[in-house]
């Protein structure tokens, strides 16, 4: 099958791209391999910041629905609970349970997100122990509580937001732990979970998952200022699952079987593959973009979506409007990092540019 642009990722990068893609004029394929568009957005309860374009005071799940219907009224082809399982230079081969088809799209973009951080303590793989990208699932999407007291592991905006979601849910938060000296996430966030009267532990971490089958209590410790455990300060806690919130690392893989040039950005997740301010890698008609060019925010996906977008477009029919978009698109991306927590973003965007003196 002949296709125009692929998109493969149905989260807020994929879902932008496919729709802008389309919106000047392409044909458009989306890959993803659950059952509904819609990705991470599909779990946020929570409302966005920035702009109102960008859908400033709307839940992430209220913004997938609006992001699917945009995709239906476009008529983009889905393939959902599929997964591209290669790129190959006569084809991308995608494969469901019913069959493996080859489409020959004519620009990729690759928008699979990010996998979560795995944390090293002594039984942590104690059924009990989960990611919070998992806890999120099972709670916002399924309806189903993974305990009844919760140790949450790390005070970002993911860590900070699933611990309110969890209280909201019925789940009592014994405590939420940060390895550094400050919270890491955004001031609102923390502010909500403290008024419920969560402690948040700084220097601090989990040591240890007791139980037998399942986690029936944690080990914490505290943290001296070389990021070592401090000998007696052991405590031990009286919960039934752990929620690790320590981080996320871009989904590179399937851009380096393709045969993108891969590097380490710590600012933006660790490996990653490496692209142009437009978005496109070292391979040509290849682009990445949300989080697996760089772990950030949801807006941020969606601008990048856009501008990946927009450029393939143009770059298989030239378009002015399309120009445009690309160049508007990145200047409103600037200005949404221009904040305190948008600085390590530019730091690893300037050391991923400056890795093949672009």
């Not at 998109?7 to 458009?28: C, F, Q, W, Y």
């Not at 992430?60 to 591209?84: C, P, Q």
């Not at 609102?188 to 220097?203: D, E, N, Q, T, W």
């Amino acid at each position: 099958m002949e296709i125009d642009v692929l998109v493969i990722g149905g989260g807020p990068a994929g879902l932008s791209a496919a729709i802008t893609a389309a919106e000047l004029d392409h044909s458009v394929i989306i890959v993803d391999e659950n059952p509904r568009l819609g990705g991470q957005l599909i779990k946020q309860t929570h409302k966005f910041f920035g702009s109102e374009s960008n859908y400033c005071g709307i839940r992430g799940i209220d913004i997938a629905e609006i992001l699917e219907d945009r995709v239906n009224k476009l008529g983009i082809t889905k393939y959902l609970e599929s997964t591209v399982i290669g790129i190959y230079e006569d084809g991308v081969a995608i494969a469901s349970e019913e069959d493996l088809r080859v489409v020959h799209p004519k620009k990729i973009i690759i928008a699979t997100g990010a996998r979560e951080n795995m944390l090293s303590f002594v039984n942590n793989d104690l059924p009990g122990v989960y990611g919070a990208g998992a806890v999120q699932t099972l709670v916002n999407v399924y309806g189903v509580l993974p305990g009844k007291r919760a140790l949450m592991v790390g005070a970002g905006n993911i860590g900070l937001i699933v611990s309110y979601q969890l209280m909201q849910a019925g789940v009592e938060v014994v405590a939420i732990l940060e390895a550094m000296d400050h919270i890491g996430g955004y001031e609102v966030h923390a502010a909500k979970v403290k008024r419920l009267g969560i402690p948040i532990l700084l220097r601090h971490t989990i040591k240890a998952a007791i139980g037998n089958n399942k986690v029936e209590a944690a080990v914490i410790t505290k943290l001296d200022a070389h990021w070592e455990p401090i000998s007696g300060s052991e405590k031990e806690l009286n919960v039934d699952f752990v929620c690790l919130a320590v981080g996320l690392a871009p989904s590179y893989e399937l851009a380096a079987q393709a045969g993108a040039k891969i590097v380490y950005i710590p600012e933006l997740g660790g490996w990653l593959p490496w692209h142009k301010p437009n978005l496109e890698t070292s391979v040509s008609g290849l682009y990445v973009a949300g989080d697996a060019a760089g772990v950030e925010e949801a807006v941020s996906a969606l601008l990048e979506g856009k501008i990946a977008a927009a450029d393939a477009a143009n770059s298989i029919k030239e378009n002015k409007y399309a120009q445009k978009l690309v160049e508007t698109t990145q200047k409103e991306l600037q200005e949404f990092r221009a904040g305190k927590f948008g600085k390590k973003i530019v730091e690893g965007k300037r050391k991923l540019y400056a890795s093949l003196h672009i």
